[in-house]
C-alpha cells in the first residue's frame, strides 16, 4: 500500500485543479499534445495578432429589465418527454425517476405501464390508464416548488425528495413505501478497492473521504440539486464530517477543505463514466442498478451506501379521489409477482438485506444541506468565466433567440462573489463586455448585451476561445486565486479562422476548461473534443430545454 500511496502521490502533483470543485486534469485526460504553460501563452500571443477583435467601448445597461422568479428561469415541463401516454376517462400523469422511465433497460415502469394501459382497468365504469414522464426527482422538486407543475403521482428515487416537498409546504401524501428496490453506492476500482481494504479495514463514505483526502484514491459525486444519489451521498459526507450534526459548522467547513482538491461535482453519471475511462477518477458514485446494466465499469467494486432508493410513491392534495384511486391501482399492479421479477431483470431489488444509512435530517435539513454544498462546491474560491456566444448567421431566428432568453434567464443562478465576461463572434471576434464581478452592475451590463445580440457572418469559433483565454489570463493576475473557465454557447462547426487542432495545444497548457452548450447540434465531434481537453461538460440540447442544461450547468458551477 505505501509503493500505492507514493504512485498516487506523483500522480496528484501531475494535476491540475480548475473548475466547479477542481476539474481534475491529467495528462491521460485528452491533453497529449498540451503545450506547457509557458509556450502556450507565447502561442497565445502569436496567434492572436492574427484574430480581427473588436471591444465595445459603452456597453449596454439594462436597466428596465423586470426580476427573473424561478419559474421564470424554467423551461417548459414538457421539455421532459412523456414515455408512456394514456388515454383513459381517468389518466394520471407519473412524474418518474430516469432510472425506470428511459430507454431500456432503464424503462421498468414504461413498460408495465404500458401492459397497465392494456388491462382495462374502471373505477365506477370510468376507464383508468396512465402517463409516465421522464424526469429527474430534483428536477420534479424545483418544477413543483416553483408553481409550474402539477403530476397526480411522484416516484422519486429516494424519500428525501418527498421530505423537501413537504417541509416546502406542498401537500403530499406517500401511499406506498416501495416499488421497485434499489440503493445508492460507491464504486471502486478492482485493485483500487483491494488495496483500500488494506489499509482502512472498511468501505465507508468517512473512509473514502479520507483516503481521497490522503491521496490514496480520487473520488468524484453528482449534483445534489437534480441527482438522487449525488444528494444521498452528500448528506452521507455532511455526516461522515459530523456525527451529531450534519450542518454544523463543523461539517460545512469540512466539506469546504475536501471541495478544494476534490474533483469537480459532475454534471451527470455519464459524466463520471467517462472521466472512470479514462482513468481520471477511480472510485465514484451510481446506483445499483445502473452498475448493473453499465458492463463497461465490470472492473469496479460497488458497495450500498447512504439511504435506501426504493421508489416510494406519492400523491398529492390537488388530486381527486378518483385520481387517488388510480394511483392505488397503480401501485398494486407495479407490485404484482410478474412485474415484480421484471424489475429484478431490469436491474432492481438487489442488496435486499442494506438496511440503509439514515442521516437524520428531516426536510427541511434536506434543503439546508444542498444550500451548505452550493456555498462551498468551489472551495471557497471565485470562478472567473467568460462566455462565448455564437452570433453566426446559421444562429438567425430561433437559435439565437434562445440563446439570448436562456443565457438571461439562468444568468441569475450565478453568484455575485463570482466574475463573468462576455464574448461574441462570426467571422470576428467581440469583447462585449470585459471580465468584471458579477454584482448588479455587471449583471444588468451582461443582460444588455445579451440581449442586443444579433447573427450574421461566418464561424470563427476557435478564434473567439482564444480571444477568451487571453481574456482569462489577464484577469488571473488581479484575482489569482480563482478558477477559470470558458462557456461556449453555438450551433455549428467552425468554418473560419483557427481549427480546433491549431489551438488544442493552447487550451491544453492553459489548462482552462471549455464548457459547450450546443443548440441542435450535429456536427462532427468538435465541441466535445474541446470539452475532453481538460474535462468539461459538453452538452447538446435543443433550443426547448437549453435554460435548464444551464441553470443545472449554473448550480454545479457557479
Known amino acids: 500500500m505505501k509503493n500505492r500511496i507514493i504512485a498516487l502521490a506523483l500522480a496528484a502533483s501531475m494535476m491540475l485543479v480548475s473548475g466547479c470543485g477542481g476539474d481534475v486534469i491529467t495528462k491521460n485526460a485528452g491533453r497529449e499534445n498540451a503545450l506547457s504553460p509557458e509556450d502556450a501563452r507565447t502561442e497565445l500571443e502569436s496567434l492572436l495578432k492574427k484574430v480581427d477583435v473588436s471591444t465595445v467601448e459603452n456597453p449596454i445597461l439594462d436597466i428596465y429589465s423586470e426580476e427573473t422568479t424561478e419559474a421564470d428561469a424554467l423551461a417548459d415541463i414538457s421539455t421532459f ?65 416553483a408553481g409550474a407543475y402539477e403530476p397526480e403521482v411522484f416516484v422519486p428515487s429516494n424519500y428525501a425528495w418527498g421530505m423537501m416537498l413537504e417541509a416546502s ?89 475536501y471541495q478544494k482538491n476534490s474533483p469537480p461535482v459532475a454534471y451527470t453519471t455519464a459524466v463520471l463514466r467517462s472521466q472512470a475511462s479514462k482513468g481520471v477518477i477511480n472510485a465514484m458514485v451510481m446506483e445499483a442498478q445502473a452498475f448493473a446494466n453499465t458492463p463497461e465499469l465490470k472492473s469496479y467494486v460497488y458497495i450500498p451506501a447512504g439511504i435506501r432508493h426504493d421508489h416510494p410513491v406519492y400523491t398529492f392534495d390537488w388530486d381527486s379521489d378518483d385520481e387517488k384511486a388510480a394511483a392505488q391501482l397503480f401501485v398494486d399492479y407495479c407490485k404484482d409477482e410478474k412485474n415484480q421479477k421484471l424489475a429484478t431483470e431490469k436491474g432492481f431489488n438487489q442488496y435486499e438485506d442494506y438496511k440503509g444509512e439514515d442521516p437524520g435530517l428531516n426536510g427541511t435539513q434536506y434543503i439546508a444541506a444542498q444550500k451548505v454544498w452550493k456555498e462551498n462546491k468551489n472551495g471557497g474560491k471565485p470562478i472567473l468565466a467568460v462566455f462565448i456566444a455564437d452570433v453566426s448567421g446559421s444562429m438567425d431566428g430561433e437559435p439565437i433567440n434562445s440563446l439570448k432568453d436562456s443565457l438571461v434567464k439562468s444568468s441569475v443562478y450565478i453568484g455575485q462573489e463570482h466574475y463573468v465576461g462576455l464574448v461574441s463572434y462570426s467571422s470576428d471576434v467581440t469583447i462585449n463586455l470585459p471580465i468584471e464581478q458579477f454584482d448588479a452592475s455587471q449583471q ?115
Do not use: C, H
Open 444 to 558: 444588468a451590463y451582461f443582460s444588455g448585451e445579451v440581449k442586443n445580440l444579433s447573427a450574421s457572418g461566418g464561424t470563427a469559433t476557435y478564434d473567439a476561445v482564444l480571444v477568451a483565454m487571453d481574456m482569462i489570463e489577464k484577469k488571473m493576475s488581479d484575482v489569482p486565486n480563482a478558477k477559470p473557465m470558458i462557456f461556449l454557447l453555438t450551433d455549428g462547426e467552425q468554418n473560419e479562422g483557427y481549427s480546433l487542432s491549431r489551438i488544442s495545444g493552447i487550451v491544453g497548457g492553459l489548462q482552462v476548461p471549455v464548457y459547450t452548450i450546443a443548440y441542435n447540434y450535429s456536427g462532427d465531434g468538435d465541441l466535445e473534443k474541446i470539452s475532453g481537453i481538460n474535462e468539461a461538460a459538453a452538452i447538446n440540447a435543443n433550443s426547448d430545454d437549453i435554460v435548464n442544461q444551464l441553470r443545472n450547468l449554473f448550480n454545479v458551477n457557479m
Open 169 to 257: 409546504g406542498v401537500g403530499i401524501e406517500k401511499i406506498e413505501d416501495r416499488i421497485a428496490g434499489n440503493t445508492a453506492g460507491l464504486l471502486i476500482k478492482q485493485d483500487v478497492y483491494d488495496e483500500f481494504l488494506e489499509e482502512y479495514g472498511k468501505v465507508t463514505v468517512a473512509n473514502v473521504l479520507t483516503a481521497s483526502i490522503n491521496g490514496n484514491l480520487t473520488f468524484a459525486y453528482t449534483n445534489p440539486y437534480t441527482s438522487s444519489t449525488g444528494l444521498n451521498i452528500l448528506t452521507a459526507m455532511l455526516k461522515a464530517f459530523d456525527e451529531d450534526d450534519p450542518l454544523s459548522a463543523k461539517a460545512s467547513e469540512a466539506l469546504l477543505d
Open 81 to 145: 418527454p412523456i414515455t408512456v401516454q394514456g388515454s383513459g376517462d381517468i389518466n394520471i400523469e407519473v412524474a418518474a425517476a430516469t432510472e425506470m422511465s428511459a430507454d431500456a433497460p432503464d424503462d421498468w415502469l414504461n413498460v408495465v405501464a404500458e401492459k397497465f394501459n392494456k388491462e382495462g382497468f374502471q373505477i365506477d365504469g370510468r376507464s383508468v390508464t396512465v402517463s409516465v414522464r421522464k424526469i429527474t426527482s430534483g428536477e420534479v422538486v424545483t418544477y413543483i416548488n
